[in-house]
């Protein structure tokens, strides 16, 4: 794998304005061979370690997968490369420089992507990265990592919870994303557990168990009282007791964190001038 990280590295190192070029020309001869290129050398580094016999075969595989995965990667680039051009000439070189390097990143997570759907929320971070002067590695992993985990239907769900956060997005609702993906509840209420555990989701399940539990200590202070007079040496007839009701549900919601990681990778930038 060592290896394998190394052939992507030295093809990612050719920096971003290699790949805005590429993207320029994307309907060109010559760009077409650079990508079929770039997917037959990584390819060869994938399956270079494998057991003879099968090496030839994975390769070809992963030289399919690759090639298909860089194209998607340069029509996405495409598709912003003006605000990327504008963004990086405005840079200092070793602001530059930083930026190259993040693009490395983001590229071998893209070319490792098994969904190609997802290369466009993929591109769409790497637009908000070149916005910045300054970002660090570990802001851009984390992100990355959590969004490695996810699935498309992840991010259909986390969708759910944050339209109405932003001006433009659709009223779609859970029953929707249900019947796009082909899910049961339970398999819906899984996907939802998650995003909890990658802290994109929390629940009120906590700040609703105070009030029940304020609920039930008036209930139990009633009984006391009336055992108090029950047992004493005046008797009165029970008080009105009203039955405690437990409110507490898990009713999920969005963190902060959720609606930031929303903002950063789904968000457009268009959304974002609104």
Do not use: W
Request: glycine share 6%; aromatic share 10%.
């Amino acid at each position: 794998m060592g290896k394998f990280r190394d052939g992507v590295k030295s093809i990612s190192g050719l920096g971003i304005n290699t790949f805005l070029d590429v993207a320029s020309s994307y309907a060109s001869k010559e760009a077409k061979e650079q990508v079929e290129h770039f997917a037959v050398e990584i390819a060869a580094d994938a399956g270079a370690s494998l057991i003879p016999g099968i090496s030839g075969a994975v390769s070809s595989y992963k030289r399919m997968q690759f090639e298909k995965n860089i194209n998607r990667i340069i029509e996405e680039l495409k598709a912003c490369i003006n605000d990327i051009q504008n963004n990086f000439q405005s840079k200092t070189d070793k602001q530059q420089e930083q930026i190259d390097k993040l693009f490395g990143y983001v590229f071998e997570y893209a070319l490792n992507e098994p969904q190609e759907d997802k290369i466009e929320f993929l591109i769409n971070g790497f637009v908000k990265i070149a916005m910045h002067d300054y970002i660090t590695e570990d802001f851009v992993l984390t992100y990355y990592d959590v969004m490695e985990e996810l699935r498309l239907v992840d991010i259909s769900v986390l969708r759910i919870y944050s339209q109405n956060l932003y001006i433009g997005q659709g009223s779609e609702t859970f029953h929707d994303v249900m019947e796009q993906h082909g899910l049961s509840y339970e398999q819906y209420d899984s996907v939802r557990n998650n995003l909890l555990r990658l802290g994109l989701l929390t629940t009120k399940k906590e700040v609703q168990t105070l009030g029940d539990l304020e609920t039930l200590f008036k209930s139990i202070s009633e009984i006391h009282k009336f055992l108090n007079i029950a047992f004493g040496k005046t008797k009165k007839r029970l008080p009105s007791l009203k039955e405690p009701k437990m409110k507490a549900k898990d009713q999920f919601q969005i963190l902060k964190f959720g609606r930031d990681f929303v903002g950063f990778f789904l968000e457009s930038l268009q959304e974002t001038d609104k």
